[in-house]
């Protein structure tokens, strides 16, 4: 009886001890911008969670994104990574072999993903003639998160990733999980009324960031000029697609605000079609950014394609 007592009074004073080494010590790691916004949805009140952005919330997409010492370091110490998968991060190889007990869990496990070539919808009009779009066949779009309904997917990939590592915060994940679905399904629906009933429906983007939410919206994004930002087109590309671009009757053309287009002028210049902003939510505020601001972004880029295809 008496050393019963004892034992409880070791078990208590060691508790007191390692509480505060313990308290604060759990890391989250996001590989960039939208996962990261949705881990901090996912864990909202969590606070002895503590999630980090791997990469700088400036550096947008993460396709040519190289591993810094620094990252090394962050995800040494981490819990769990959480990434976008479908290809975005090119590192993943590394991150297997440096770090093979480190769980990641993929936003995109399960999701269904559109090849780059299916977003173009060239494929139909000439299934033999690869020679063009080789450098790119059989590659799958990243960009699953600007599809709201996808990106219920992916928080729910997330929560129950978060909810394996942290299974006492279950109850706090899943009622941020519901929260978090809701409002998206929401959002997809305002998305619907407002694009759906547009005159104009063709789009040219800069950057292949938008096949899963036209696909979404019933857009068609009938060319990309950029297929990753800083490609830089040649005067004849220029002048070819200049004439496309005036034959599919100068549809608006929409550069992101992360990436400087000087294509997007001279194409401007060229066709007389209008040059506007949407953007991929892949950068944002840095610190504490408010938690529905990817539906913000969004809302903000239903205006703008309202405006750009309503005449
Ligand atoms: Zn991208």
Redesign the pocket.
């Known amino acids: 009886m008496k050393m019963k007592k004892t034992t409880r009074w070791i078990s208590f004073l060691l508790l007191m001890i390692l509480l505060p080494v313990f308290a604060g010590a759990e890391t989250v790691i996001t590989s960039f911008y939208p996962v990261w916004l949705m881990t901090l949805n996912l864990t909202d009140g969590l606070d002895h969670i503590d999630v980090r952005n791997l990469a700088a919330p400036s550096v947008g997409?993460l396709?040519d994104y190289q591993l810094q010492p620094a990252d090394m370091k962050a995800l040494s110490r981490a819990d769990l990574f959480l990434i976008n998968g479908a290809g975005m991060e090119t590192f993943l190889s590394v991150i297997g072999e440096t770090f093979p007990s480190l769980p990641v869990v993929e936003a995109s496990a399960g999701i269904p993903l559109l090849q780059e070539n299916d977003a173009l919808g060239l494929l139909e009009e000439s299934p033999e003639d690869d020679a063009s779009g080789a450098s790119s066949e059989g590659e799958t779009n990243?960009?699953i998160w600007l599809d709201p309904l996808r990106a219920v997917q992916m928080a729910e990939n997330l929560a129950e990733g978060l909810i394996q590592t942290f299974p006492a915060d279950e109850p706090v994940i899943t009622r941020n999980l519901n929260s978090l679905t809701d409002r998206l399904r929401a959002l997809n629906e305002e998305l619907s009324a407002g694009l759906s009933p547009l005159p104009r429906k063709d789009i040219v983007t800069f950057?292949?960031?938008f096949p899963y939410f036209a696909a979404a919206y019933g857009l068609h994004v009938v060319a990309v000029v950029n297929r990753?930002p800083g490609e830089t087109l040649t005067t004849y590309q220029l002048g070819v697609l200049a004439e496309e671009i005036k034959k599919l009757g100068n549809p608006p053309l929409f550069v992101e605000p992360q990436y400087e287009d000087l294509s997007a002028r001279v194409l401007a210049d060229e066709t007389g079609s209008r040059v506007w902003s949407l953007d991929?939510i892949?950068t944002g505020p840095a610190e504490n950014p408010p938690l529905d601001y990817y539906e913000q972004v969004m809302r903000s880029n239903m205006q703008t394609l309202i405006e750009a295809l309503s005449d």
């Open positions: 997409c396709h990243s960009h950057h292949e960031a990753e991929p892949v």
